[in-house]
């Protein structure tokens, strides 16, 4: 009985550190979306990819296509 205790101890750390690695995931991804929802951030990463004009409409691409 006392080594199936160990068994589920070990499982039960296993599980929480498996847990915890997801947690720390989604709380990246949370700030990922934040950043994302900032229009300047967004812009940042597309660089030269982007024109915009005075109506703030923002085309993402070759504009000649």
């Known amino acids: 009985?006392?080594?199936?205790?160990?068994?589920?101890?070990?499982?039960?750390?296993?599980?929480?550190a498996k847990n915890n690695q997801k947690q720390d995931a989604v709380e990246e991804l949370q700030v990922?979306?934040?950043?994302?929802?900032?229009?300047?951030?967004?812009l940042g990463m597309?660089?030269?990819e982007v024109q915009d004009n005075q109506n703030n409409i923002f085309?993402?691409?070759n504009s000649d296509e």
């Open 1 to 16: 009985m006392n080594a199936y205790n160990i068994t589920l101890s070990k499982e039960e750390q296993s599980i929480a």
């Open 59 to 61: 085309i993402i691409g």
């Open 32 to 42: 990922t979306i934040r950043n994302m929802q900032d229009k300047k951030e967004v």
């Open 46 to 48: 597309l660089k030269n």
